[in-house]
């Protein structure tokens, strides 16, 4: 089992940049492939980016590509989420997830185990 904790969400303006991370109670490479989503306000929780359990390879969403990149720290038991050129559309709850029985996940039910979330707000 491993425990998630998600930090570094705030209030930012459009254009703005932040970087969002998520810091687990075991090292995650080698261990879990992890992943990103995002709530916004009345949607279903979608994907942003994934990482493979190796730490070798990263997937980003097209919806995001180009803007955001998902990442490990040199610690190995943090990931992050680089967020650039930050948009309205970008507002929402953002969490952090780790699958234990899958090598690489991009949907919510390979996960097995989630942070508790952090509120990134986007000023238009």
């Known amino acids: 089992q491993v425990r998630l904790v998600e930090s570094g969400g705030g209030l930012v303006q459009a254009g703005d940049s932040l970087r969002l991370s998520c810091t687990a109670s075991r090292g995650t490479v080698g261990r879990y492939a992890m992943g990103w989503f995002r709530q916004a306000p009345g949607k279903d929780r979608e994907l942003v980016a994934s990482?493979?359990?190796?730490?070798?390879?990263?997937y980003t969403a097209d919806h995001v590509k180009g803007r955001f990149t998902a990442s490990t720290g040199n610690a190995q038991n943090t990931v992050y989420l680089q967020m650039n050129s930050l948009q309205f559309d970008d507002t929402g709850v953002y969490y952090c997830?780790?699958?234990?029985?899958?090598?690489?996940?991009?949907?919510?039910?390979?996960?097995?185990?989630w942070g508790q979330g952090t509120q990134v707000t986007v000023s238009a």
């Open positions: 990482i493979t359990r190796s730490g070798a390879s990263t």
């Open positions: 997830a780790a699958s234990q029985r899958f090598t690489f996940a991009i949907t919510e039910a390979q996960y097995d185990y």
